[in-house]
Structures are given as structure tokens and as C-alpha cells.
């Protein structure tokens, strides 16, 4: 029980997941953040997968590991970040929101520091005492951000049906604002530390 809610609460708070399928659902509807829901699932499990079978050492052999795998996925969160903030024509999409499906959000999970600070942690205390828990943690890292997604998806609906115009526009800056904020924080904190 301790695991499912230590998933759930990190999966649900806001974030740069969180924060993307919520903007693709506003923008483009339910149906276009399907893929990135999935990406964000199954990029989680491969790390799960990585993790399990041993990819944890990469990190603590080779450091600069690290500081390289948060420039790649802040510099992603940045680029789709940028694609929110750009101002467009009403009615006109992002250049670059659309995107921001299956294989990018997938490949950010490989790289994203809130996912591997949750995964290590859960691994380290899960797997550790019972090799049996490992069914139990893919089925929890499936179904668990599948539905914190969905809610996201459905408030970013909300959101369409709520807001539409200059306000709607504002609102899909400040997400794109804090996206990018927390991209430039993952690269400048992993460079420092």
C-alpha cells in the first residue's frame, strides 16, 4: 500500500509530464494525447525494466553520465516548452506542441530526473527485500500514471471548454513557462552538482 501511494503521489503532482498532456489534450484534444500518455507509461517501465536489470551503476561508475542526460532532457522539455509559449493566430496549433507525442515524452522518461529519483527509490525499497514485488511495480507503474494522465488529459478539457482567446493563451504560456523553467532547473542543478 506504502508503494502505490508513493507512486501515485509523485505521478499525479504537477510536472513536466503532467504539465504536456495536459496542453496536447487543450490543444489538440482527448484523442492527440493518447500517444504521449503512452509514451510516458511505457518510457517509465523501460526505465523500470533498466533499473532492474542493473543500469543504476551507470550513474554512480561514469558521473558524467548525469550532467549529460539532464541537458538532453531538459533541452527536449525546453523545445516543447517554447512550442507553448509561442504566441499564435487563434484557432492556429503550436508548431511545436503537436510533436510532443509517443517517442519524445518516451525518450524523456530515459533521461528525467523525477522519474529515476522515484523508480531508484521504489526499486531500492521494494525489490531489495522480495523479488516477488517486481510484478507488483509494473503493474503499479502502469496503472498508476495512467490514470494521473488521465485526469490531466481531462482538465486539460476542461480548460478548452472553460477558456478560450486571450485568456486560454495566457494560460498556455504560464504552462509553457513553468515547463521551461523546470527544464532550465534540471540542466543547471545537474551541471552544478
Known sequence: MGLAV???????????NNFLVMALSAERGFMA?????GGVILGT???LVAVLTGAEPLFRHWPAVQPVAATIGG??????????MIPRESGRASP???????????????????SWTLVLMVV???????????????????VLPAFSLLLWALAGQMVTKVMNGPARSWVDRALGGVLGLTALWFMVANLVA
Open 6 to 16: 508513493t507512486i501515485l503521489v509523485a505521478v499525479i503532482t504537477p510536472g513536466p
Open 33 to 37: 494525447a493518447i500517444p504521449a500518455m
Open 45 to 47: 517501465l523501460a526505465l
Open 75 to 84: 533541452g527536449l522539455l525546453l523545445w516543447l516548452a517554447v512550442g507553448m
Open 96 to 114: 511545436l506542441l503537436p510533436r510532443a507525442g509517443f517517442w519524445p515524452l518516451f525518450a524523456f522518461q530515459l533521461v528525467n530526473p523525477k
Open 124 to 142: 531500492a525499497l521494494s525489490v531489495t527485500r522480495n523479488m516477488a514485488a517486481i510484478p507488483i511495480l509494473l503493474f503499479l507503474f502502469t
